[in-house]
């Protein structure tokens, strides 16, 4: 496919892939980062990561099997975004404790599979630039994406282009705001994932009240009927992000905060707060738009969308960096949208 001549502009798209712990959302999305076709696929996580990985071989595979009946060509790059920690530059998962991912090349590895350019991402990362690009802070170019969910993790994109540092970047799920408080999957103690993250808040809740709940949005429920131990879990869940964030755009300079995840959801009940709570405590610094998230649970497969999108960019413009591809269509194409993101040079 790489040698044939350029298909018509509209039916040009990739593959992307955003893998969960239980299940895996694959789409084609054209070049106009429109979304064509969707399929979901379970992560059998419980037969070990090789399994995991033949899986996203196979979703690829199949989308990409099944671009002609969307009308699209076939696909010119694929865009995996995984959990864990995940190192882009290189495209290895050097940590995903759910799905037992150490330093897997998984971008080379399914590469080689599929024959197949691959950019390899980090969901909440990608999750965070399809907000910046086509979703709740579209047209900012300091954004601080955090999504509220089992766990708490955060996309940092600074004059439009995303941290990432090794892989490293953005982890606010684990900064202390309870130094003597319960101990945390990392190791640590009191990370504000344990005090504010939507599991937390179930946690929490029924640790105190005993009264077991589904999740953070029935103790959302319980707020607003004034019960008073989930007003207080609330709270501190409140006042804990309210920290974090404060700390986070002191360093950041964010000109957007998008919330997503799950306890997102919860909507003003949140937000609000976290408004007011901020608004006391900012002085000179840059005042954020507080929003909510707009891409629900899409953000993370669009974002996988635009590394591919990316890639094939880099991959059409070659520059001294690594784009020694033999995957060159000659295209003459505009891409302002990513300008400033890693993988290309700014024009
Ligand atoms: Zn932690």
Redesign the pocket.
């Known amino acids: 496919m790489n040698a044939a001549p350029a298909p018509p502009e509209t039916s040009r798209c990739v593959v992307a892939l955003d893998v969960g712990g239980t299940s895996m959302k694959g789409a084609l999305v054209d070049e106009h980062r429109r979304v064509r076709l969707r399929q979901s696929f379970p992560t059998p996580a419980v037969q070990g990561p090789e399994a995991v990985l033949d899986q996203m071989a196979t979703a690829i595979a199949t989308l990409t099997a099944r671009a002609a009946e969307a009308g699209l060509a076939p696909p010119q790059a694929a865009g995996v975004v995984v959990p864990g920690i995940v190192d882009e530059a290189r495209g290895v998962a050097v940590i995903a404790a759910n799905i037992g991912w150490r330093d897997a090349p998984l971008a080379s590895v399914l590469r080689e599979r599929l024959g197949l350019p691959v950019a390899l991402g980090h969901d909440v990362r990608a999750g965070g630039l399809a907000e910046s690009r086509l979703g709740a802070a579209k047209g900012a170019r300091d954004v601080l994406f955090v999504a509220l969910g089992t766990g708490i993790a955060a996309s940092c994109i600074v004059d439009g282009r995303p941290l990432i540092a090794g892989g490293y970047a953005g982890e606010v799920?684990?900064v202390v705001v309870e130094p003597d408080g319960e101990p945390?999957?990392?190791?640590?103690r009191g990370?504000?994932?344990?005090v504010a993250s939507a599991a937390a808040i179930a946690r929490r809740y029924t640790s105190r009240s005993g009264v077991a709940v589904t999740g953070a949005a029935e103790v959302a429920a319980k707020v607003r009927a004034g019960d008073p131990v989930a007003v207080a879990v609330w709270e501190e869940a409140v006042a804990a992000l309210v920290d974090v964030l404060h700390t986070s755009l002191t360093l950041l300079g964010s000109e957007v905060v998008v919330l997503g995840g799950g306890l997102a959801e919860a909507g003003d009940l949140l937000l609000e707060p976290l408004r007011t709570g901020l608004d006391e405590r900012l002085s000179f610094q840059r005042r954020p738009r507080l929003v909510q998230a707009a891409l629900g649970d899409q953000a993370g497969c669009l974002g996988a969308a635009l590394l591919a999108w990316s890639l094939v960019d880099a991959l059409e413009e070659p520059s001294d960096e690594e784009a020694s591809s033999d995957d060159q269509g000659g295209h003459d194409r505009k891409h302002d949208e990513f300008e400033g993101y890693e993988r290309k040079a700014t024009p």
């Not at 945390?184 to 640590?188: K, P």
């Not at 990370?191 to 344990?194: G, H, I, N, S």
């Open positions: 799920g684990h945390c999957g990392c190791g640590g990370c504000l994932e344990r």
